[in-house]
């Protein structure tokens, strides 16, 4: 059996001997550096882009501007995943500090940079708009004609009589949270190199989306898509990040106007701010409840913070309507999510996207709740939670749902019923918090593989699953070598190439190994079919006769007369067996208006349970302990489930209590690691820990994110618990909690 | 990387890389990380921050664990370098890499080879560190997939290599 055991990544020995070949280490024959010039404007519109000077310089080989877009011949100008709202550089309108201008081609770094000092850009500002809610305001600036309210998407949820709600509740609930713009740091920023031959595009880029990169592409160059090559190697993270599509038209401008010389562009650590961020969010969350801690209604509005263009927006900001009400049994509830335009550096995915900043107010505001009714916030959760067969707020039946388990796990394992000692007569104080959460995921998408066994009995699995870190290969792997009955080391994983490995929606949102695994399953069993119908004329048995494991065809009902793969593929003589597996799901169409129907084939489920100290003093806040648990459904791989657990946890440690993109006049001033800190091994809990929780009968679940977005407010309510204080925007800084204890100390001297 | 100031002068300098003297001409400015990726072609190391806050460029220098973006060429001539490449030993692995596959101490691996070569120093310098020292020690190389709860037990199980 593969499945369920700890196999080392694939290419273990590659990853501790520094020969991963990740898209930054491409060297390509006569390649060129790609470097972007940008704005430094929020919001202007262009009079005069002049980049002759830097053209005649030596070394630069081709300066790509908005003019090379304008002809009949010519590629197109706009690009998206969804609305194609975004230039590959900007023409008469800038829309962003940062936003990519002109693009050179050089022989060198050092001449490219030379190059930038020599363009010259005229412009007139025009006002900006850099706060969500207030580009909704009458007489806003408003970015793109089509959107001239700034809004490029409103889902809407309509469950129940909210205003009856509301009415019958004893006591009515109202808090606003707020989450700031963050950065997804994969350590490998982005990049893509591009190469053009005989009117066909090669992209090697790290991307969690090879093919919705081959469909934009090739709608900006007007190919067919089999005209467009992307290949992907394995990536130094994505976090969400790298599904967000920007390089790539970038690089595929650089080398059309080049011709004959591919050309890379790698993106620096400060241009990776500039180039994709986490939404920033403002939640309001109103809840009717009755003394006994029963809900009677929640309303919940979100304002996302999109940036200048859509990217994967328009799609996000459905999901986040769908994980806003919480995991809860609610009998009326309205959610409002808007997306909104702003003079802000594009916002996509970010790992939890859409989820972490609701989970942080649903939580937060469970644990106002339950302090003022007097009731044990994981009492109230339990009381509340969804369970298997309930309905949501969709309309939708629930099915495998986990919630109470993935709770009481994580509180269980902190320790939530043992006595906690709160202080020790220091200036320290210690609480304790939890909280849960719940996802939808891309409803509506298909995976798909090829799985090929050759004579040697060697399996070959073609897979657009990107390799993230994630350990998304090796899990295939071991999927396709359970299904196969062959031993792990029989694998090769070729992929993501979609000049040879099949379609796949992408590698996000935590739906690989669901979806992806499921095609292989798939593929697996139509290849023991090929198999018996080989082994058949062989064995003198018809193929429904036969059985296929463990690496025989064998009679059924005489498990004895058997022959080995390999045998019958050299006996027939057939070089290899082929075949397809596929998997998708048809969920994921709703109700504009009330947003009811099937949202997704499942739910993603997650928990946390966390101690803090908090020392009064300086505000502090020390994660000592942190329990985790995500429904996991099949665990494929304990060590690299445990490694997505802990991940998330150590992620959402820094989106909460570290990061924030710092934002003056639409200019990032912290776009470093240094002042954009991320969590080193000083900053995780002496004490991390977690399970994944399998359930009979389950297939494999996605867990990529679900113990992040619990961490934000299991650390808010911990605080919370420690020392009164409630803090409503993120991140939890020393600042914000030495602020509030102050206020709480001077409103308590007034009483 | 790749902040090589225009107009340089060339230099000419020996470097022992992993055992090997390597005789190069640099830009005089030249950071070592750029030296050993673009001429030497040593890609175990790698840029990401630039600014010594992140070590995925960590490489040792006569058994010191240094960021390669921030030191110049010039400055570590004549002196032995050590890059995850120089690791292995006849397609041997080192104990400490052996230690981080047994664990699983890596995700995404952009911050591995980093953080084995800091983990080699840390264990020149410390017989059996305790959990602190090593927390305190590996703190200046980041791991953004979070991978550090394998990365201590790891190092945990390097030290009964040692004993
Ligand atoms: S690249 Fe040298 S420390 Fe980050
Ligand atoms: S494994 Fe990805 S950064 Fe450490």
């Given at each position: 059996m593969a499945i369920g055991k700890s196999v080392p990544m694939l290419d273990s020995v590659a990853r501790v001997t520094g020969t991963v070949p990740y898209a930054s280490n491409l060297k390509l024959p006569d390649m060129l550096v790609g470097k972007v010039f940008r704005s430094s404007v929020p919001h202007a519109r262009t009079i005069k882009l002049d980049v002759s000077a830097a053209e005649q310089l030596p070394g630069v080989v081709a300066i790509v501007t908005a003019a090379d877009f304008a002809g009949d011949d010519t590629p197109n100008l706009h690009f998206g995943s969804t609305i194609q709202d975004q230039p590959v550089v900007a023409g008469d309108r800038i829309r962003f500090i940062?936003?990519?201008v002109a693009l050179i081609a050089a022989e060198s770094v050092v001449i490219a940079d030379q190059a930038m000092d020599l363009i010259e850009l005229e412009y007139e500002e025009i006002p900006a708009i850099f706060d969500a809610e207030e580009a909704l305001l009458p007489g806003a600036p408003v970015l793109h004609e089509a959107f001239p309210d700034n809004l490029l998407g409103h889902s809407k949820l309509r469950r129940g009589d909210i205003e009856a709600g509301f009415a019958a509740a004893d006591e009515i609930f109202e808090e606003v949270f707020s989450s700031p713009v963050a950065q997804q740091a994969s350590l490998e920023t982005q990049v893509a190199a591009a190469r053009w031959k005989d009117g066909k595009l090669t992209v090697w880029t790290g991307s969690q989306s090879p093919y919705t990169v081959r469909r934009v592409l090739s709608a900006i160059f007007d190919l067919d898509v089999e005209d467009v090559r992307v290949i992907v190697p394995p990536l130094g993270g994505g976090f969400g990040g790298k599904g967000n599509i920007r390089t790539q038209p970038m690089a595929a401008a650089l080398a059309w106007k080049v011709g004959d010389r591919p050309v890379k562009l790698v993106m620096t650590r400060a241009e990776e701010f500039l180039t994709v961020t986490k939404h920033a969010a403002k939640i309001i969350v109103k809840s009717g409840v009755k003394l006994d801690g029963t809900f009677t209604a929640r309303k919940v509005t979100i304002y996302w913070n999109a940036g200048a263009y859509a990217s994967s927006s328009a799609h996000l900001v459905p999901a986040g309507m769908l994980r806003a009400l919480g995991p809860y049994r609610i009998p009326a509830g309205h959610v409002d999510s808007y997306g909104i335009y702003t003079n802000l550096p594009i916002a996509a995915a970010y790992r939890g996207a859409m989820s972490s900043q609701g989970v942080f107010a649903h939580e937060s505001h469970m644990d106002t709740i339950a302090h003022r009714l007097g009731i044990d916030p994981l009492e109230l959760r339990i009381k509340n939670l969804l369970r298997t067969d309930d309905i949501f707020a969709t309309g939708e039946r629930l099915h495998d749902i986990h919630f109470v388990e993935c709770l009481e796990a994580a509180a269980d394992g902190l320790g939530w019923h043992e006595p906690l000692q709160r202080e020790n007569g220091t200036v320290k104080k210690r609480g304790r918090g939890v909280a849960v959460m719940m996802k939808n995921t891309i409803a509506n998408s298909s995976s798909e593989c090829r799985i090929k066994l050759d004579a040697e009995g060697r399996v070959t699995l073609y897979t657009s699953t990107v390799e993230t870190g994630q350990g998304g290969h090796t899990a295939m792997a071991q999927i396709a070598a359970e299904a196969l009955g062959v031993p792990i080391e029989a694998l090769t994983v070729i992929g993501p190439d979609t000049a040879e490995t099949p379609p796949d929606a992408q590698t996000a949102s935590s739906r690989s190994t669901h979806m992806m695994g499921n095609a292989v399953l798939n593929g697996a069993a139509s290849l023991r079919q090929h198999l018996a119908e080989a082994a058949a004329p062989i064995l003198e048995?018809?193929?429904?006769d036969l059985s296929v494991a463990d690496g025989y065809v064998f009679v059924t009902t005489q498990p004895q007369e058997r022959i080995p793969y390999a045998e019958v593929l050299g006996r027939k003589n057939i070089a290899a067996l082929t075949a397809t597996g596929k998997y998708w799901t048809n969920e994921g169409k709703l109700d504009p208006e009330t947003g009811q129907g099937i949202s997704t084939p499942d739910w993603h489920q997650g928990a946390g349970a966390c101690e803090v100290e908090v020392d009064t003093q300086t505000g502090k806040v020390t994660v000592l302990r942190y329990h985790s648990a995500s429904f996991?459904?099949?665990?494929?791989?304990p060590t690299l489930a445990g490694l997505q657990n802990d991940g998330n946890v150590i992620f959402g440690l820094g989106a909460s209590l570290l990061e924030e993109v710092a934002i003056d006049g639409g200019q990032i001033t912290n776009p470093n690691l240094s002042d954009y800190m991320l969590p080193s091994f000083l900053d995780i809990p002496v004490e991390l820990k977690n399970v994944s929780l399998e359930a009979e009968g389950s297939t494999f679940q996605g867990i990529g994110e679900m113990t992040l977005p619990p961490v934000a407010p299991a650390i808010a309510n911990a605080i919370y618990d420690a020392v009164g204080a409630r803090i409503r925007d993120l991140p939890l800084t020393a600042e914000k909690v030495l602020r509030v204890i102050h206020e709480q100390g001077e409103a308590d001297d007034e009483q | 990387m790749n902040k090589a100031k225009p107009m340089m002068s060339n230099r000419t300098l020996t470097l022992q890389v992993n055992g090997q003297p390597q005789t190069l001409e640099v830009p005089?400015?030249?950071i070592l990380l750029e030296t050993l990726r673009e001429a030497l072609d040593l890609v175990g190391a790698r840029n990401s921050c630039g600014i010594g806050m992140c070590g995925t460029c960590t490489v040792l220098v006569d058994g010191m664990a240094i960021s390669s973006c921030l030191t110049l060429t010039a400055q570590v001539e004549g002196k032995h370098i050590t890059t995850i490449e120089g690791l292995s030993q006849n397609g041997q692995l080192h104990p400490v890499q052996q230690a981080y596959i047994d664990h699983g101490a890596f995700q995404c691996a952009y911050c591995t080879p980093g953080l084995i070569l800091s983990t080699v120093a840390l264990l020149n310098e410390h017989v059996n560190p305790d959990d602190a020292t090593v927390r305190e020690y590996l703190a200046g190389n980041l791991c953004r997939c979070g991978s550090y709860v394998n990365i201590l037990n790891a190092v945990r199980a390097c030290h009964t290599i040692n004993d």
């Open positions: 940062g936003e990519p048995w018809s193929p429904e996991a459904g099949r665990v494929v791989n | 005089s400015g030249q």
